[in-house]
């Protein structure tokens, strides 16, 4: 039985990555020799990681050996390109070499064709699985300790990374592998579960030598064309300071709130059988125009197209040019809709995030809040989000129906500003009026002539704004 050859007598500064960027700010520096060792159940995801390591460092010039004693070539490669990482490609630059072994039970055969594969300058090299192997010597105690041995020394004398694949059975989350948990660099766990009859993947980052680990667990997914994304909004040490101040459009709610800033998080809440809250769109639009802001609307309830025919419906009853109306909107506003019941929590604010990160906005608003009403287990995925939107500089706005009032008034408790619609409805009438909860300020209240007045001056701030364009 033979062990490891030497490859080269001359050791270059190697670094690699996961293939994930956020992975690799979780784990820190790769820099061989380096051994990561992927756990999990079956269908967790630990070959399409494991391929992604193999993919992403071939892009860099860093010829990868991935050696499996299950995976079919054809049926991978065809999964990978799905993902947005053709293995052909790198494959055909003499970048990869897919190497598929029996599972049998000779582990000195498998050894020699590993050496013989790994002299010819791999700088990566995966095994998938290492469970087999380890089945095969677990009654020979003196063979075992020799094979573990040899990859301990594989990733040293090849100057690279090795990446190790090891199955967990359903329900275990204990490793049981011996020594080999102690000699690898990082342990990966990867896991999913069903929460709310929807799939959710966890990545438990259980070792990452020379990185402190503050967040030990972190959802991610696998997505067609972009590949496995993990999910690691930053947990923030400190709350962001207050940016700019602005002042509102409406003088009513000026002069009982004084000034707002552009990073404020505000709640509009609306009575259960208000559909849209136009009004609440009309003056943000006003106040985009007024201060040159970017305004990002994601709605859970409504199309794009429905929000901004609604916009337009509203102003062309005031005489205005649908053709200007809709030049003023679109500069100031970008739709988009989302089903949240599509997507687990994590995967929601994922979702939310790239698209913060693809509009650049300065304010962000949820729009039809009341479907994604957050439970006391989800509401702090909530703060880290407002938190972390707010460290960007970005403003948050939640517009909704108010239909749990313990709901409501947890999401408020953490808000800059909160603003209640209230209606009573008489015999010939309705009255409304607004409640405002500013943060540091006495609650005060806004009648429903006030409120129709808002209304009219965040109007006529876009009809000078149309009036300019015309």
Request: include cysteine; hydrophobic fraction near 45%.
């Amino acid at each position: 039985m033979q062990g490891v050859r030497h490859v080269s007598s001359h050791f270059e500064e190697k670094t690699f990555t996961t293939g994930i960027e956020s992975l690799d700010r979780l784990i820190g520096a790769i820099r061989a020799p380096y051994t990561i060792l992927v756990a999990g159940h079956p269908g967790a995801g630990k070959t399409t990681l494991a391929s992604t390591i193999c993919y992403h460092n071939a892009l860099k010039g860093r010829k990868c050996l991935y050696v499996t004693f299950y995976e079919d070539k054809d049926k991978l490669y065809s999964y990978m390109k799905k993902l947005g990482m053709p293995l052909s490609e790198v494959e055909s630059k003499g970048l990869m070499r897919f190497l598929k072994l029996p599972a049998i039970h000779d582990v000195d055969s498998v050894v020699d064709v590993l050496n013989k594969n790994v002299i010819e300058g791999f700088d990566l090299i995966v095994i998938d699985s290492i469970t087999v192997l380890l089945e095969a010597v677990k009654d020979h105690t003196e063979k075992r300790a020799w094979l573990l041995n040899y990859f301990y020394q594989l990733p040293i004398l090849v100057n690279g990374l090795l990446v190790l694949v090891s199955e967990l059975p359903f329900g275990e989350e204990r490793l049981g592998l011996g020594s080999i948990e102690f000699v690898v660099d990082a342990i990966l766990i990867l896991k999913h579960r069903v929460e709310d009859r929807l799939l959710l993947r966890l990545l438990e980052i259980r070792k990452a030598r020379g990185a402190p680990i503050h967040v030990a667990e972190v959802p991610f997914t696998i997505a067609e064309g972009r590949g496995l994304l993990v999910y690691t909004q930053p947990v923030l040490e400190e709350l962001p300071p207050e940016r700019e101040a602005i002042e509102l459009t409406c003088s009513a709610l000026r002069s009982r709130v004084g000034h707002v800033h552009k990073d404020f998080f505000i709640n509009i809440f609306y009575p259960p059988e208000t559909v849209y809250g136009e009004r609440a769109l009309i003056m943000l639009l006003a106040q985009a125009i007024k201060y040159n802001l970017k305004i990002l609307v994601v709605s859970y309830i409504s199309s794009p197209e429905l929000l901004r025919e609604l916009l337009l419906w509203i102003l062309e009853e005031r005489g205005l040019s649908r053709d200007v109306v809709e030049k003023v909107i679109d500069r100031y506003l970008v739709f988009r809709g989302i089903n949240p019941f599509a997507y687990n929590v994590h995967e929601l604010v994922m979702k939310e995030l790239a698209l913060v990160e693809e509009v650049k906005p300065d304010i962000v608003v949820f729009h039809g809040v009341q479907v994604v009403e957050v439970p006391i287990y989800h509401f702090k995925e909530l703060y880290k989000q407002v938190l972390y939107l707010k460290s960007r500089g970005i403003g948050i706005v939640r517009v909704g129906s108010c239909i749990n009032d313990v709901v409501c008034d947890s999401v408020a408790s953490i808000a800059d500003l909160t603003l209640k619609v209230k209606r009573e409805y008489r015999e010939k009438h309705v009255d409304t009026r607004v409640i405002v909860l500013r943060r540091f300020h006495p609650p005060s209240i806004i009648t429903g002539e006030e409120d129709l007045e808002c209304f009219e001056e965040n109007i006529n701030t876009i009809v000078q704004e149309v009036s300019k364009q015309a």
